[in-house]
């Protein structure tokens, strides 16, 4: 294991609020803001590796240990339930996991529900915790053509300002859970790391608390 720090930001606006933070917390890291295709930065007097990976994937390199801490929407940690230490939320990155259905959906629970989805894991469990019975068609984007084609009855998906249902006549129905940005640690390297790991934590939710009040 190096002594470096090695960091997975989720690619994105996400990822620039929350490399802010890292760089409030004292591990900044200026080459990060130059304007190019790198995907690793780093500097060696902070000790600080940080990249730039798909939001959907930095579970997985911190369950493996590629990096040592990232941040992640709880979205994946409940979908994928990765083996890795959930350290804190940081209330940005606010959205919901919703059931959402065309407008005037009446569930006729004689019927096997279809629902279209991104994350199959947290829709089944989601039914099963009602004992809904559903058959579940699994999509990869753009989820909301399922009801409007006939493809499915309902999805379930992330809704965040509403926008994308509104503009296809859909609307949610009821919301599975709550989702934030959430940073997380790989084990080995909890135990290993900790004071940095530490000092990252108690920054940060200073931080969080200053911006609460
Ligand atoms: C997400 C989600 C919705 C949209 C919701 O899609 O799947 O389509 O954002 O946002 P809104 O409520 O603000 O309109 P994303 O942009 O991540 O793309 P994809 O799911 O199609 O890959």
Request: charged share 25%; with cysteine; proline share 4%.
């Amino acid at each position: 294991m190096s002594d470096m720090l090695n960091i997975a930001l989720p690619k994105g606006r996400l990822g620039e609020k929350v490399y802010a933070m890292f760089e409030k917390a004292g591990f900044e890291c200026p080459s990060i803001k130059e304007q190019n295709r790198k995907l690793i930065f780093e500097n060696p007097e902070k000790k600080v590796r940080y990249f730039w990976v798909k939001p959907s994937d930095v579970a997985i390199y911190v369950e493996r240990g590629a990096a040592d801490i990232g941040v992640c929407g709880k979205d994946i940690l409940l979908e994928y339930n990765p083996d890795i230490y959930e350290l804190l939320d940081l209330g940005i990155g606010k959205c919901r996991m919703a059931v959402a259905a065309p407008k005037g959906f009446r569930d006729d629970t004689t019927r096997t529900l279809k629902v279209a989805t991104k994350f199959s894991g947290i829709a089944s469990r989601h039914y099963r915790s009602v004992g809904r019975d559903i058959d579940i068609v699994h999509l990869n984007g753009s989820i909301e053509i399922a009801p409007i084609l006939g493809l499915t009855d309902v999805i379930v998906d992330i809704v965040e300002t509403g926008t994308t249902l509104k503009e296809n006549n859909l609307e949610v129905i009821e919301t599975v859970v709550p989702i934030s940005a959430r940073l997380i640690a790989n084990k080995a390297s909890f135990r290993f790391k900790g004071e940095e790991i530490e000092h990252i934590v108690t920054s940060f939710s200073s931080y969080l608390a200053s911006e609460q009040n």
